[in-house]
């Protein structure tokens, strides 16, 4: 086994602002989390106030890139992802979620999708996703 | 350590249906994780619509079933189970569920109960309990 | 890799009470699982009844203090943890518990903060904060 177990943040280039005291993956040993990621772009003026109009299909689509570039940045991808949390805010939600985490998915062609477990809790005013994903590394 | 780090899907037989874009559990290297799995028969006509009428305790055992059967899929018991999520919809729900849990695992002889966290979720109509598991596998 | 797969389960001396049927932490080859903690001191009298008086910061630092406490019996520490999930009750109190968590992290000199999913859940009445932990042994 090729992994130390010092634990190395895993931050990528565009993650210039902190949210909040955690680090946007953590890797250790053979896993890789990456912390919960919602829809707004890292890179936008002020990450923690997501434009309330987006669409549950635009959030959808920029946390799923959010995970990505922490999975990336940590020399991992959507093929070493375990398990994926999903946090939505209204039932009502699921099927357009569904729709587009799909299509995402078949566009990165992974061939095992992730367990996933997907919950309705309250999040901050105008989110209305949230994912995280545990990876394993594939030299372990 | 013989584990490959290939993820592979763990899907019991009796998963005819897919009920979502994600797979009932994921093997990768040393950890096994079970999806989150509701109080509903797999082979049920209609496995995303439960029968509102079933109780908690139901439905308890019902999502243990499930989550064991991933579980025996790829190899694993509950005695390899690390954590165990739950999440209920109403704080009222506690103590029957804990009665049928803790009747459960008494009854499948585990001699450590897995860690746990209990929180309290919206879910889809008429699903009072869902749970999912990571396991780590005895032969890492 | 000098684990064995067998689950111990990990239970601080204080514990002399069962708060429910699972273990306040376990650990299995090389991760060790801390089960969800509260705000309330697990000698307390009632450990499942907390002070409903007690505010989001006495909650946060006690909880923070029950999830060191499992690490510590199981010879791990902040700086293991790959993943800490905090769920509390009310998107207002973000702002408290972010004070409080990331002075606590400070006074304990992490260099890598864990990744973080935080999501906001119904919990037992009086209580406002749960938190638990996924650590990576450093000698797997």
Same mark, same amino acid.
């Given at each position: 086994?090729?992994? *130390?177990?010092?634990?190395?943040?895993?931050?990528?280039?565009?993650?210039?602002?902190?949210?909040?005291?955690?680090? =946007? +993956?953590?890797?250790? &040993?053979? %896993?890789?989390?990456?912390?919960?990621?919602? &829809?707004?772009?890292?890179?936008? =003026?002020?990450?923690?106030?997501?434009?309330?109009?987006?669409?549950?299909?635009?959030?959808?689509?920029?946390? %799923?890139?959010?995970?990505?570039?922490? $999975?990336?940045?940590?020399?991992?991808?959507?093929?070493?992802? $375990?398990?994926?949390?999903?946090?939505?805010?209204?039932?009502?939600?699921?099927?357009?979620?569904?729709? *587009?985490?799909?299509?995402?998915?078949? &566009? /990165?062609?992974?061939?095992?999708?992730?367990?996933?477990?997907?919950?309705?809790?309250? $999040?901050?005013? +105008? $989110?209305?996703?949230?994912?995280?994903?545990?990876?394993? /590394? +594939?030299?372990?």
């Amino acid at each position: 086994m090729n992994h *130390t177990a010092t634990p190395t943040a895993i931050v990528p280039a565009s993650r210039t602002k902190t949210v909040g005291p955690f680090s =946007p +993956g953590v890797s250790i &040993g053979p %896993l890789l989390q990456v912390a919960g990621q919602v &829809g707004v772009a890292p890179t936008a =003026p002020d990450a923690s106030a997501p434009a309330p109009v987006a669409s549950v299909r635009t959030q959808t689509l920029q946390a %799923l890139d959010n995970v990505r570039e922490v $999975l990336t940045e940590g020399r991992t991808d959507w093929e070493d992802v $375990l398990m994926i949390r999903v946090y939505l805010t209204d039932t009502s939600h699921l099927e357009e979620f569904n729709d *587009t985490y799909r299509e995402y998915f078949s &566009g /990165h062609g992974c061939e095992t999708l992730p367990a996933r477990t997907t919950v309705y809790v309250g $999040l901050p005013a +105008g $989110l209305l996703v949230e994912i995280d994903a545990l990876a394993v /590394h +594939g030299d372990h």
